[in-house]
């Protein structure tokens, strides 16, 4: 199989990469059911690298419907050991303008509907998540954004990513708490990502395209579909070139990162007390430590 050692998860608006050459569609199957498409692998300069449209392709896919675990699963069988996520937020800081760029570092989870780890029937683990995406991927990604020429965009380094379960926007209450809890940006998708990363041990990071100013703002009035829209089409365009910049920089220097060690002690059954079949359904993350 063709491995891809650095994975893309691009959110609505990047449905695909212009850059990538060489490509190959893979369908995957996984133990916890099929991705959200099929996975592109190609090469983006001289890196082959997987991308996977989180929606699908035709953004057929609620937030709350998404396969998080197969995703994750599946770009795990292709040897992802780095996730650039890309995803359209709303902002909750007067300072944070649509169109800017966010790397989040901290998440607040106001999901409901949502299974977020690949372990239980019998397996127990418990990762550490106190930083929830890994500062050295974070520090390339947002590198990678300060070298590049982007008019009108404004880099904001960390930040809190609250993560709700959608697809109604929030009401102004939920905005306005939010804003209370000092949260940078509000979105539907990458907590959920970003945990099952973690168990998966992959490094993890967000690049926060902002499109709105969610309701809060008394001045831009509530969030639409149309301003999303026309904001993600710009978005994309730099979307694009951070990821290429990003991925050209872990190639030359992968960054080393915690992740891929999360398992190491977060295992607390038996290995001789997993059942045979969660032990098969799970092999491909817990192998190494059996």
Request: aromatic share 6%; with cysteine; charged share 20%.
């Amino acid at each position: 199989m063709v491995e891809a050692r650095i994975g893309i998860i691009g959110g609505s608006g990047l449905y695909k990469m212009d850059a990538l050459q060489n490509l190959k569609e893979i369908e995957l199957q996984t133990p916890f059911g099929e991705p959200s498409d099929a996975l592109i692998v190609g090469q983006l300069d001289n890196t082959t690298v997987a991308f996977l449209p989180r929606h699908g392709r035709n953004h057929h896919l609620l937030p709350s419907e998404l396969p998080f675990r197969a995703n994750i699963h599946a770009l795990k069988q292709l040897g992802v050991e780095y996730i650039i996520s890309a995803s359209a937020v709303g902002s909750l800081k007067e300072s944070v303008k649509p169109l800017d760029l966010v790397v989040p570092d901290q998440f607040i989870d106001r999901t409901k509907n949502r299974l977020a780890t690949f372990f239980g029937e019998g397996l127990i683990a418990h990762i550490a998540f106190g930083d929830p995406v890994c500062p050295n991927l974070a520090k390339v990604l947002a590198e990678a954004i300060d070298s590049l020429d982007l008019s009108e965009v404004t880099l904001h380094r960390g930040g809190t990513y609250v993560c709700m379960e959608g697809p109604a926007f929030s009401t102004k209450a939920e905005s306005n708490l939010y804003r209370s809890w000092g949260a940078t940006v509000v979105g539907m998708t990458n907590l959920t990502e970003a945990k099952l990363a973690r168990e998966a041990e992959i490094a993890y990071a967000t690049l926060a395209l902002v499109t709105d100013y969610d309701c809060w703002h008394p001045d831009h009035g509530s969030v639409t579909v149309e301003m999303i829209i026309e904001n993600l089409q710009r978005n994309a365009v730099n979307a694009q070139r951070v990821i290429r910049e990003t991925v050209n920089r872990i190639s030359t220097n992968p960054p080393e990162s915690e992740a891929h060690l999360a398992l190491k002690y977060a295992i607390l059954t038996p290995p001789d007390k997993i059942p045979a079949m969660t032990k098969e359904k799970l092999s491909l993350l817990i192998q190494k430590y059996l």
